[in-house]
């Protein structure tokens, strides 16, 4: 008996080290710092695998996806009515990523079960929650589809296949672009492992992206001391008018 | 040489928004307009969020209007007298103009009825204008290049109590239709989230009979405070007013002012409110255009405004 639990125990071992093919995470950098002269910034995500057993046989996959916050959205459709373009039908999008990329290996429906996805939501469309109150008319699935479509569009959404490199199934690296228009907040960053279409390890970090400076200084007072941002707007503004006023008339005369 | 902007949340040339806000100025200083309706879907069109554009187009429209205004101080073309009974009423309009807005925002259709706001008024206006100057300038060319004083006009402006002298319009009317027209201007003003220069400028000149030289002043005069009053408003209650953006647009805008200021002296009045109806018209035609077409995508987004 004893002797059957111990072969069965050795028996096991290998099969979980298969299973613990362990992620090591490299960010070009932790935070993203908005700042007046801030365009955007390329990410640049690298790691190994570190792992105690041989390399199996079936080959590696990487898929990377960074999910920016998310927020409440409607989404409106316009019909023609009396000869005009008119919002007819909206949908209040419960909560979508203000930016969601997804890099991957190879194609993404190679390299990653649908199973799979449904279980880890790794795809950008298991990331935006649609709870439906407001349709009118036509259903909700052409509304996701449409937020999907503009936002990969202006760059929001970006699905870059056959982006992540991966080198002698231990290195991986990948380079993804964060546009000039990034949203405040925590950034999830997560790494998923996967062998014929099942993931077999994952892990997760967190981007901070923040305004700082000037850029910091003015947010904070505009929503917090509002009057006296409002009035700060129009006194620059008059005396912007006045100076340029005074200026043109000293040159004029001078 | 690219900045973000902290409120807008998006990074734009800072160059773009100079000469944005140059041109826009130039105009202003021409006709004595603000601007609102011209600069703001620009800002659209440059990816700044319409709630931004809005608020921020405001706070830029009164360092034109300040730089315009000290201009006409200067000439003598602003009739303060007007432009103070103007603005009481104006004020009570835009007062008023904000509950309808809010009414409206709750019928769900308010970017719609902004929009139909734009042609119908646009249109008419912009129309009316064109008409009327083209048939002022032939009349000058029949008359053999002299214009020909225009002759008071009597009509029921002229026959309401409590009449008031604007000496600087050479007026002596009731004080009653001034009221009436800041109250609708302001109304509409605030509605349509603009200065209202563009429909102020003509009642003045077809309503209540002012000389087209101090017209312009005295609504610039005006627009100060209801684009001031609008400004403070948005950025109180919505936090939309983006300070480096208006910056910018106002380091453009009142330069551009002060030129246009200048051209506006030089330009003869019919070739002035020809040129006026043709911008008016030319705003008109594609905002009307946007509505007929049919749209690239049927479907927009909309950030769902924080309920506070």
Redesign the interface.
Known sequence: MIRFLLLLFISVIPLQAIAEEEIVLGLSQSEVAITARFDGSDMLIFGAIKRETPIPEVPLEVIIAIEGPSAPITVRRKDRRFGIWVNTAELQVESAPAFYAVASSGPLDQVLDRIENERYDITVDRAIQTVSRTVEFGNTQDFTKALIRIQKENGSYQQLENAVAVDQQTLFRTSIALPSNLTEGDYRARIFLTRSGSVVSHFETVIDVHKVGLERFLYNLAHEQAPVYGLLSIIIAVLAGWGASTAFRLIRNG | M???L??A???VNAFLLLGLGGIVGILSGIFGVGGGFLITPLLFFI?IPPTVAVATSA??I??????????HL?RKTVDLKMGYVLLAGGLVGSAFGVVIFNYLRSLG?V??LVRLCYVVFLGIIGGLMFIESLRAIQRARKAGGVVPKKRKQRNWVHALPFKMRFRASGLYISSIPPLLVGFAVGLLAAVMGVGGGFIMVPAMIYILGMPTKVVVGTSLFQI?FVA?FT??L???TN?T?D??L??FL??GG??G??VGTGIGVKLRAEMLRVLLALLVLAVCGKIAL??????N????????EDVE
């Open positions: 690219n900045i973000y902290p409120i949340e998006v990074s990816g706070n830029q009164v360092a034109s209007s300040v730089s315009g205004l000290l201009a200067k259709q970017d719609l100060i001031g400004t403070l948005h950025a109180i936090h007013v300070l480096p208006a910056l106002l380091i009142v330069v002012a002060q946007e509505l007929l077409i049919e749209p995508e049927i479907y927009s987004l909309a950030k769902v």
